[in-house]
C-alpha cells in the first residue's frame, strides 16, 4: 500500500518540506531506506546516516539542511514511538498481503491439482475401456473358434465348480498379448 506524504503528515500531525504527493511504501531505518521508503531522525548521533540515506522523504523534529529529500516536520519528538508502531501496521499490512497472495496461489494449485487428477482419471478410464474392448474381442473370437456356446467369467462368484479343460484364460492371455500393442 502506497501513502501520499501528505497523508503520513496528517498522520503524524507534522508539515510537509518538499513534495507532498511523493509516493511512500513502506517505512525503514536511515541505513537501510531505499527510493520508496521513509525514515526518521530525532538524534543528532545519526547525522551521518542521514547524508548517505537513500529514503525518498524524512519524518524529523526540525528541518534538517544536510538532507535534500522531502520532510515532514513534527513538534513532538517522541512521536518516533507512534512512527515504529505506524510501520509495524504497515508491515503486518504487507504480511496480510503476502499471506493473500499464498492462499491465491494455494487454490489455484489446488485447482490444478484437481483438474489433472480428473483428467488422469478420465483417462485411465478410457485406457481401461479400450483393454476391455480388446479384451472382449478375443474372447468372442476364441469362442466362435471353439464353438463354445456359453462363456463365464471366472471370477465371478456364481461359479461353483469348473473343469480345467473349459477354463480358456490361458488361451485369452495368449490371444491378448498377440494384440497388444
Not at 500531525?13 to 537501510?32: F, M, P, Q, V, Y
Not at 520532510?71 to 508502531?85: A, F, G, H, T
Not at 483428467?119 to 478410464?125: E, K, N, S, Y
Not at 476391455?132 to 466362435?144: E, G, M, N
Amino acid at each position: 500500500m502506497e501513502l501520499e506524504l501528505s497523508d503520513i503528515a496528517g498522520i503524524v500531525k507534522g508539515r510537509i518540506i518538499g513534495n507532498e504527493h511523493l509516493l511512500i511504501a513502506g517505512i525503514n531505518s536511515l541505513d537501510k531506506a531505499s527510493d520508496g521508503d521513509i525514515s526518521f531522525f530525532f538524534d543528532s548521533r545519526y547525522k551521518d546516516f542521514v547524508k548517505d540515506t537513500r529514503a525518498s522523504a524524512l519524518i524529523v523534529s526540525e528541518p534538517v539542511e544536510l538532507y535534500k529529500g522531502s520532510q515532514v516536520v513534527v513538534s513532538d519528538p517522541d512521536l518516533q514511538k507512534e512512527i515504529e508502531k505506524q510501520s509495524l501496521m504497515l508491515s503486518s499490512e504487507a504480511k496480510e498481503n503476502k499471506q493473500n497472495e499464498y492462499d491465491r496461489k494455494n487454490r489455484e494449485i489446488g485447482y490444478l491439482s484437481q483438474d489433472l487428477s480428473e483428467d488422469a482419471q478420465t483417462a485411465q478410464q478410457n485406457a481401461n475401456q479400450k483393454m476391455l474392448r480388446q479384451l472382449y474381442s478375443v474372447i468372442q473370437s476364441l469362442a466362435k473358434l471353439q464353438a463354445f456356446d456359453l462363456v463365464m467369467e471366472k471370477s465371478n462368484s456364481s461359479i461353483i465348480y469348473t473343469s480345467d479343460a473349459i477354463d480358456i484364460t490361458d488361451q485369452v492371455i495368449k490371444e491378448l498379448n498377440k494384440v497388444k500393442p
